[in-house]
């Protein structure tokens, strides 16, 4: 499974975070596919990056965050749009599926 998560950097007492696109049997700070920002928990305003367009991407994927990267990217606001993606994406299949008519195959009612 492929998971968005924090890949910790920095030197000891200073953490800092890369966020980054990775499979979810490597370690913590292994090898990763593809990094898509950084966090620096340290900063007074808890400074925060994300290429918005590569996490929607790898969401829309099937890349499942992490309880941390899943509260940065609802702040960045990418949550948002992949929630509404989802839904129009369901809302349009309910939309097909309810207008298709469908009758019964094979069988005939006899009077």
């Avoid at 800092?16 to 990094?35: A, C, L, M, T």
């Avoid at 928990?41 to 929607?56: F, M």
Wanted: proline share 4%.
């Amino acid at each position: 499974m492929v998971k968005i998560r924090l890949n910790r950097m920095g030197r000891r007492h200073q953490p800092f975070y890369r966020i980054v696109i990775v499979d979810s049997r490597n370690k913590r700070s292994g090898k990763y596919i593809e990094s898509i920002g950084y966090y620096d928990p340290l900063n007074n305003s808890n400074q925060y990056k994300v290429d918005e367009d590569k996490a929607l991407d790898w969401l829309l994927k099937g890349a499942q965050p992490t309880d941390t990267a899943r509260r940065i990217l609802r702040k960045m606001g990418v949550m948002k749009r992949y929630d509404e993606i989802k839904f129009q994406a369901r809302k349009e299949k309910g939309v097909k599926e309810s207008n298709e008519i469908v009758e019964p195959e094979g069988e005939e009612v006899k009077e």
